[in-house]
């Protein structure tokens, strides 16, 4: 039986072997297992709003763009998480494939979200050998709910 210190456990592994700057690094599945274990646990998806609306949604999420659809840095990103989440919940980030996820986490930790974790593998997960995303990884490849824009 998955339990909650497990993962959170695991996830801290992570970011102690990876030397990461927030609390944890979660597979998707785990992710998937907290926001049920945990009460109050978000996800927020960092991703444009044009992937949202055209790639596909996690039910719930939060969403706040950490790239605005123009390529250019959200400015408005810390203001808009604070608005939204709770600095005491336990927060996930997303993305396509957890790079910008990984930015948002460790913004997110160093403005004193304690519970701060990144999704590994994002959205989409990594490209395969024939550049093609979704068979590699990711929160739509594990299987998890996910619903189109």
């Known amino acids: 039986m998955t339990t909650l210190g497990h993962i959170l456990g695991l996830a801290r592994e992570r970011a102690q072997q990876l030397q990461l ?3 944890g ?7 998937w297992e907290l926001l049920k274990l945990a009460p109050g646990a978000r996800i927020v998806d960092v991703r444009t709003s044009a992937e949202w609306q055209w790639v596909g949604q996690v039910p719930d999420a939060v969403q706040i763009e950490w790239n605005l659809s123009n390529g250019q840095r959200n400015a408005d990103f810390l203001a ?6 709770d600095p005491e919940a336990l927060v996930m980030f997303l ?4 790079g910008r996820s990984h930015g ?16 590994l593998e994002g959205f989409e997960g990594d490209l395969d050998a024939n ?3 979704n068979t ?3 929160w739509r490849k594990a299987g998890l709910p996910w619903r189109q824009g």
């Open 25 to 31: 690094a979660l597979t998707p599945a785990e992710a």
């Open 104 to 119: 948002a986490a460790t913004t997110a930790a160093a403005s004193g979200y304690g519970n701060a974790y990144n999704i």
């Open 131 to 133: 550049g093609h995303r």
């Open 21 to 23: 700057p927030y609390a």
């Open 136 to 138: 590699v990884g990711g």
């Open 80 to 85: 808009q998480l604070k608005h939204q989440v």
């Open 95 to 98: 993305c396509r494939s957890g």
